[in-house]
């Protein structure tokens, strides 16, 4: 690792401590006090990285923003110079190829320059105010801590991964049966997402939030060491969060900031984010369970995960089908 804020080597723990005399003195004016560093991992995202490259570079407190290029249209990554050329704060990182959501994220994440690395998905698109907002209520919380918002749809409505229970084995297997119908209030039943119970009245602690949208101490970040890279696309948030709270760390999800998140608009194969997610899955629970759960009960597990993606691909391509008749 390199880069100010990247450390020599991974800690064991993370040290829990009061709010900094800087943290309590910023202003966060984007002259003094803490600065942010935005970290966006694009892949063919399409028109709407540029709304959300502006929405960010709008944002108070705002040192830099990495652009890690994982693969885009000529004419964009020309957009991109062009906005790099007359905005100083915004840099493009190209020509490593698709290396993956997670090490992209801690290839921009060595680039930052900031305090505190927001990772931004390329479809997410700020409101005016969300980062010194969310950087204010940060300041008052104990670290170790990690930041999570509100993501909605295009139409308001609220997206199941903003709020999450940790990912276990049993909430795997209560997600999946739906469990929840049999004791709708029973704490072990709960669902894996969190949309559907109502929203808290203020910042409160959650088990985990998504990754289109994290913010935390980069020093924090390191202290774990960063993203797992054996993770391509999707599940590495789901990790992040789990390696946090083991060390320690505390996860917050912040309300009363929304962030619209425009799923879906890269070109890439469905079935092959399905694979994704199934690989991730699978290296999740073999890493962080293996030691818990029998052989047994682990190859059920897996075995689980891969009918999933059998039954996920056959209803895909069964509604493809479909709309092609109807068309």
């Given amino acids: 690792m390199s880069g100010p804020n990247a450390p020599t080597s991974e800690l064991d723990t993370l040290s829990r401590e009061q709010p900094s005399a800087k943290w309590a003195s910023a202003r966060n004016d984007g002259a003094t006090g803490v600065k942010s560093s935005a970290v966006m991992v694009s892949f063919y995202t399409g028109p709407i990285l540029f709304d959300a490259i502006e929405s960010l570079l709008a944002q108070t407190g705002l040192c830099d923003l990495i652009l890690v290029d994982n693969g885009n249209e000529r004419e964009a990554l020309i ?10 704060r915004l840099t493009l990182m190209s020509g490593h190829g698709n290396v993956g959501f997670a090490r992209g994220c801690n290839i921009g994440a060595r680039r930052a320059r900031g305090d505190l690395l927001v990772f931004v998905n390329p479809d997410c698109v700020l409101p005016p105010g969300a980062l010194p907002r969310l950087v204010a209520e940060a300041k008052t919380l104990p670290r170790p801590w990690l930041l999570g918002c509100r993501m909605i749809n295009a139409d308001g409505t609220d997206q199941r991964a903003s709020r999450r229970e940790i990912l276990t084995p049993w909430t795997a297997l209560a997600e999946t049966l739906r469990l929840d119908r049999l004791m709708p209030n029973h704490p072990k039943f709960r669902r894996l997402n969190q949309h559907e119970i109502p929203l808290p009245s203020r910042t409160a602690p959650v088990p985990a939030i998504s990754g289109a949208f994290m913010l935390l101490p980069a020093e924090d970040y390191w202290a774990i060491g960063g993203m797992d890279e054996g993770y391509f696309l999707h599940v590495e948030d789901l990790d992040l969060c789990f390696r946090f709270r083991a060390k320690g760390g505390e996860i917050y999800f912040v309300p009363d900031v929304s962030v619209t998140h425009h799923m879906g608009t890269s070109k890439v194969s469905i079935f092959w984010i399905e694979w994704c997610k199934t690989r991730g899955f699978v290296r999740y629970f073999r890493k962080n369970f293996s030691g818990e759960c029998s052989r047994l009960l ?11 993606f059998a039954l996920k691909c056959a209803a895909i391509a069964a509604s493809r089908t479909l709309n092609a008749v109807r068309r």
């Fill in 79 to 88: 957009e991109i110079q062009r906005r790099a050329a007359g905005d100083p």
């Fill in 298 to 308: 682990m190859l059920a597990l897996i075995g689980g995960i891969f009918v999933r």
